[in-house]
């Protein structure tokens, strides 16, 4: 059998730890901005700390950047159905290590930090020489660590949280001379009112800017602004909140948000790299995203771009590593950018120094697909009304699922299961809504939009079978 993916596997454990021998156990504590938010001054919004049950579950995903010698920390045992899915593609999976008592609402490292008997397993392992990573390093994760053994493969909390910040991310472009969205970057009271002066310019010019705040996440604490009234709105409610917070801090007055011009493109990118302990910069991959009527629908990969294009892709993700190394990071850094109506790039709209959603499709194009293939990334949304095992999901699908690997595979394969069930608990009279999550395989896009029509037809009909 052969490890997935054996090329960024062995590149991640040489970043992290230095020995591509290492054997590792992962967490997927999606949404880690959640905590890194806390106590954070920021655009007020509804408390999100406790992710949705289904968030929760997107854990699955780890387990696909393992092989045979690493470990993965679930909520929940793997469907047998979708085990057996897995290792008929001839991937050789991770030791799962499964949390007793898990609560929808928590993150995997939080259960794993309510579980005696998990915490004392991931000891023996600390003893064995294996390592801990995680979707991103919080202060969650770095307890775990402390009370395991287990030594982090990734820079301290504080450091991760401070690259993270969308004002390390404005300011470290700025450095650089990379091309930006005309914005500010605002810490403090002053640099705020400064930035909504300017940002009341664009807005009586009839333009848009856009509020984010240093740590949102998922479309939250993101703010489009098409007129003064509202911009000052919201100016003195972003001034409340930072006294408020400071107040309870017992600290200066502080804020962390980025005010930006709201510009035209004609695509978004997501691309990735790996920072090694010792400052080598490896580019990954450069993904397009896809919209349907302004919402993310998923990641295409070969991403439509020209030979300039990608080689400034390249260029900047080298010049980012290099700042990144230099100032304490290293590990996985996924950066989204944009491309404008006439084909210039914005090469940096962020900076993520973490896993992405990217990073867990690598399997995909390290063992199942072919190089001149069409690979897709994308949810499609179910609601069952009741627990579907994967069985079920197979003989639906059909051979719409993909079951072969090889020189050119066609058809879906699901790198998440746990996603579709997770909200079962919560189920009334019309069911309730999960995610299925995989990626379609196919020769060309006409290819992708048939499968994609397929899938959805037949999982529609979800609703009458359950």
Known sequence: MQSPPPGFTG????????????????????????????????????AAHAGSAVVNRMDEFALLLGGKDDHVVLKTALDEGYRAYLEGLGLALPTVHV?????????????????????????????????????????????????TGLRLAAPPADRCKHVNSKVYSRRLADELGIRQARGWACETLEELAA?????????????????????????????????????ARLHRMAAAQAARAAEAAGTAVRTALVIEEWVAKRADLNYQFTV?????????????????????????MP?????????EVRDTAHRLGGRLAADGYFGVVGVDAMVDPDEGLYPVVEINARNNMSTYQAVVHEVLAGPDDVAVARHFTVRPHRPLPFAELRELLGPLLLTQPGARPHGLFVNNYATVNAAAADAGENGFEGRLYGVLLAADDAGIEALDTDITGRLAALTERS
């Open 11 to 46: 590149r991640l454990k040489r970043a992290v730890t230095g020995d591509a021998g290492t054997p590792l156990v992962f967490l997927g504590n999606f949404e880690v901005e959640n905590q890194w938010a806390l106590g954070e001054p920021a655009l007020p919004r509804v």
């Open 99 to 147: 949390v007793a008592g898990q609560e929808p609402r928590r993150t995997v490292s939080e259960d794993a930090l309510a579980d005696d008997g998990l915490l004392r397993t991931l000891s023996a392992l600390a003893a064995d020489g294996a390592r801990l990573t995680a979707h991103g390093i919080s202060t969650v994760e770095e307890e775990l660590a402390g009370r």
């Open 195 to 231: 930035a909504v002066s300017a940002a009341g310019e664009l807005l009586a010019a009839g333009r848009k800017v856009v509020v984010k705040d240093a740590f949102g996440v998922s479309g939250k604490g993101i703010v489009v602004v098409d007129n003064e009234r509202t911009l």
């Open 276 to 300: 090694g302990r010792d400052g080598d910069v490896h580019f990954d991959f450069v993904k397009e995203l896809l919209t349907e009527n302004g919402v993310h629908k998923g990641h295409r």
């Open 303 to 311: 991403a439509r771009l020209t030979e300039r294009q990608v080689a």
